[in-house]
């Protein structure tokens, strides 16, 4: 049965009347519902009687009613063959749904957290390249397109191009231009897929890392994985492995995709501290056109959709950051400071936190062990309001301690210890949060042993009561020798032989800095005594750490550079300063003035030396890859050790008011120290140290009658006070000591270290069997009903060893991930002390690093967007992968066996040419 489309189409026009044609007329370039409706039923016609009418097609932006013609009314005849539908190609048959069209909310312009807790995480926005990445696999992007018929014919649609039945022979034999033309929604687009083309469009998924579309895989595709999947739980129960040792390859990408661009030019973004308008930036996107010619605008992302996506990353970034701080075992420790950003002047409060993750990666099954590691996460970069004293300070801490999951308002607490540095809002601020912290029912934390002194701020606090003494001399020294100046003597000098010195080479790294053409002279003087890249010599100044000990060392180092510019400096540059009196010149100081001797430089080499002992801890404090804690008691005494053994060397005796000054500093911070235990037991579980350095360190009970002889009636036993220490710690730990839920954990507990350690199912067989006799099971009874009896003994043993192979730069985490069932208790308590950050020069790295972020070009971010980039920047910067460096590096295989067939045709060939 055939019936004409013209027909249909007037009937229907009669009936309607003239407002349903003007509202035709009326419609867009990208044609009315009903227009739509007569092309779908066209191409149903033309599938039905296998129409080959060649079409032509031509893919453009947009159209003019111009471009494409007045005459409206004018329909194709089609005739209908069968009511049977065809597989695909032409205009889709089936209608997609609106929403399919949706392409998720407007996207932010700037900043701004969501509504409600001043704290709350920003809004998630979906994004369409997100939505579409699976699909764009198989087709193209939405796209407008004229379809011209051999009778100049021209109407326009709106859809997607399925590029696998684009480039079919067989359908474009029967379908023409259309063929893989589809102007249905996503929907419909992935059902297309799930019949026909799921093989390619996995693999073509899997190559992008783009995530499989329910609507586009099969149904028994689906089923088949669902019981897949239950069969991997039920073995992950039953079996637990561990990736120790297992090498993870390094895919790179292989295929283009959309998502991963986005995430590309984000990351360089932001980790490459660039502006966000890089993204909208034409010389930028020509280079990512030029590796890939055929790529769009809709191909790249712009400076909204960067925005978005470091929006959305963030808010992901703190999720799974309080998804892991909740699974952690152990106590998470944290350090914070203050910064003020200088261009808004807005005040930072930074918080790192750190905790041992025993969970392994993202996602993974729980019941698998995989190998401990220290993770160092930034918790807060935020703005804080308000003043800046104790209380304020203590509830922001909370508020940021509450938004990731280490504290909460009903009462779950895994706070551990706070380091800070020595400023008194400091301790004021953890005593806020222990009085908070009790009013919400946490009777366990103690503000007084919970709070360290950032170590690093102590030695830098020593260095700065040293050179304070060193330059308040060298300044009155100085001073006096440029009065007692006699510019007549062609052999006067400034320097005395005194800390003058010192003063003098600051004075000559200042003046050199100060003009353009005294730097390149005295880069000139560098290169002639063969340093091909000149150095800076830096300046001291108190709040940068080391920055005495590198001016005197740089200056030691180029002192050949220093003495030949000062010969030359008086003729090129003139006197180095002029000394006024009652406004009149009073003398010229030359530049020769300041000319060092032997003896001189050696004095200098002396301060360098000096200061260089404490410099080597302050590098020692800097890591947070690796626990610091257990270094502060063998670090503290080895630098006091190192400058007192200085005081009773003569040639230091210029510096020993200097040195003295700088240990009566030290030793008021060393004293605090006896007042936190976690000292103690950091030097316990490292299994170099134990309770040995305290013992030899220390002493005991000799040594302490040794003091009271001596006149000190208050000398402590203080090996007997470290014992006293780690029992109390055991006990406490002991209930909640690691797998303290198996039945046999006393048995456990018995086992030898190092011994290999039974599956826990055959363990728990050996102690249910008939082999057990009575005293066997009365020995369990015992040591369960005295838990002091099982953690003596795990102590005992523990101490016991003699940790042959560890060194003092054992890693301690590892240590104890691979000793957790051989001493369990002392394995729980090192998830809460090996953390505990020595010194908060994390937060101090990262308020350099939001230096780099603030410039004169960035300097309107606004705090939101400030925050989020440097967590961000703080979390990726350790899984950037150099690509190119590995697609180098890659070799490629060839199995000359497979050939062995063509080499033996080929000797047969030489064989008749010799014949």
């Known amino acids: 049965m055939s019936i004409s489309t013209r027909a249909k189409s007037q009937k229907q026009a009669a009936s309607t009347g003239k407002d349903a044609k003007r509202k035709r007329k009326a419609s867009t370039d990208s044609g009315s519902e009903e227009e739509v409706r007569v092309k779908k039923k066209k191409a149903r016609a033309r599938a039905r009687r296998g129409h080959k009418r060649a ?47 949706d392409d998720g909310p407007a996207e932010a312009a700037d900043g701004g957290q969501g509504e409600g807790s001043e704290l709350g995480l920003p809004a998630n926005v979906t994004q369409k390249v997100d939505q579409t990445a699976d699909l764009l696999t198989i087709f193209s992007d939405r796209r407008t397109v004229r379809f011209k018929t051999q009778g100049g014919k021209v109407t326009e649609a709106r859809g997607r191009w399925c590029m696998l039945c684009k480039e079919d022979k067989k359908k474009v034999a029967q379908l023409g231009g259309r063929a893989g033309w ?161 261009h808004a002047s807005i005040a930072y409060f930074g918080m790192i936190g750190q905790w041992i993750d025993t969970h392994g990666p993202e996602g993974e099954h729980a019941t698998v062990e995989y190998k401990w590691a220290l993770r160092s996460e930034v918790v ?91 330059t308040q001399v060298a300044l009155v020294q100085s001073k006096q020798a440029m009065w007692d100046f006699d510019p ?38 560098q290169r002639q005594i063969g340093i091909d890249v000149p150095l800076v010599i830096p300046l001291h100044g108190n709040t940068r750490w080391g920055s005495a000990h590198g001016m005197c060392e740089r200056a030691f180092r180029l002192r050949e550079a220093i003495d030949s510019f000062v010969a030359t400096a008086d003729a090129k540059f003139g006197p180095i300063t002029i000394i006024r009196k009652d406004g009149k010149i009073a003398k010229k100081i030359p530049w020769s003035a300041f000319r060092l001797e032997d003896s001189d430089w050696k004095r200098v080499s002396l301060c360098t030396d000096i200061l260089a002992d404490a410099n080597r801890y302050h590098q020692l404090f800097s890591a947070d890859k690796v626990p610091t804690i257990h270094r502060v008691i063998p670090a503290l005494e080895s630098l006091c050790t190192k400058w007192e053994n200085k005081l009773d060397d003569a040639k230091y005796a210029l510096f020993h008011s200097a040195i003295r000054r700088g240990l009566d500093k030290l030793g008021k911070y060393y004293t605090k120290l006896d007042n ?193 980039l440097e967590c961000l920047h703080h979390f990726w910067r350790s899984q950037i992968v150099d690509f190119a460096r590995i697609n180098s590096e890659q070799v490629e295989d060839v199995d000359l066996m497979e050939f062995s067939a063509f080499y033996e045709v080929e000797e047969l060939f030489d064989d008749d040419n010799d014949a």
């Open 676 to 868: 936190s235990e976690v000292y103690v037991l950091s030097l316990l579980l490292h299994p170099y140290y134990k309770l040995s350095y305290i013992e030899q360190k220390w002493g005991g009970e000799k040594e302490q009658l040794d003091e009271i002889d001596a006149g000190n009636p208050d000398a402590i036993n203080w090996t007997k006070h470290a014992h006293e220490i780690v029992d109390d710690a055991m006990a406490l730990y002991w209930p909640k000591r690691l797998n303290a839920s198996t039945a046999d954990t006393g048995a456990a507990n018995q086992e030898a270290p190092g011994a290999p350690r039974a599956p826990a199912q055959g363990r728990a067989q050996a102690a249910d069997s008939d082999s057990d006799d009575d005293f066997d099971r009365a020995r369990l009874r015992r040591l369960q009903a005295d838990p002091s009896g099982g953690w003596k003994a795990e102590l005992k043993r523990y101490l016991d060893d003699p940790g042959i192979g560890t060194t003092k730069h054992t890693d301690t985490v590892e240590y104890w991930w691979e000793h957790r069932h051989v001493y369990p208790t002392l394995a729980r308590m090192a998830l809460d002390i090996l953390p505990i950050p020595a010194s908060s020069v994390a937060v101090e790295r990262l308020f350099s690093r939001a230096r780099e972020v603030s410039t004169d070009r960035r300097s309107r971010l606004g705090p939101d967007l400030f925050e989020w």
């Open 55 to 101: 079409v032509s097609v031509e893919e453009v932006t947009s159209a003019t009613e111009e471009e494409i013609g007045e005459d409206d009314d004018e329909v194709e005849f089609v005739e209908f063959v069968d009511d049977e539908d065809p597989v695909g190609g032409g205009d889709e048959q089936q209608k997609g749904s609106e929403d399919d069209e």
């Open 488 to 525: 007549t003597l062609a052999t006067n000098r400034l320097a005395a032989g005194g800390l003058d010195v010192i003063a003098m080479i600051r004075t000559l790294a200042i003046k050199i800095q100060a003009s353009p053409q005294r730097k390149e002279a005295f880069k000139r003087a």
């Open 182 to 342: 589809y102007s249905g929604g996503n929907s419909t687009c992935c059902r297309h897929i799930a019949a026909m083309h799921y093989d390619v469009y996995h693999k073509r998924c899997k190559a992008a890392k783009a995530s499989e579309s329910k609507a586009a895989t099969p149904k028994a595709v689906l089923d088949a994985r669902k019981l897949a999947a239950e069969g991997r739980e039920r073995v992950a129960a039953k079996q637990q492995s561990t990736l120790d040792g297992v090498v993870r390859k390094i895919e790179t990408p292989t295929v283009f995709s959309r998502p991963a661009i986005f995430d590309a030019v984000t990351k360089h973004i932001v980790c490459g501290d660039q502006a966000l308008l890089l993204a909208n930036n034409v010389t930028f996107t020509n280079c990512l056109v030029t590796m890939r010619p055929k790529t769009k605008r809709e191909d790249l992302p712009t400076r909204a959709t960067v925005y978005t996506r470091i929006q959305n990353e963030f808010g992901t970034y703190m999720s799974n950051l309080r998804k892991n701080i909740e699974a952690a075992i152990g106590d998470v420790s944290s350090n914070f400071d203050l910064w003020t950003e200088d």
């Open 380 to 470: 807060a970069m935020h703005e804080i309001l308000g003043e800046h004293n104790g209380a304020n300070l203590g509830r922001y801490l909370l508020k940021f301690s509450d938004r990731v999951g280490i504290t909460s308002k009903t009462g779950t607490n895994k706070m551990g210890r706070i380091t800070a540095d020595n400023a008194s809002n400091n301790g004021t601020a953890t005593a806020e949060v222990e009085r908070v912290l009790t009013k919400r029912g946490v009777l366990d934390w103690d503000a007084g042993k919970n709070r360290l002194s950032c170590i690093a701020h102590v030695v830098q606090l020593g260095i700065e009561d040293f050179m304070t003494q060193v």
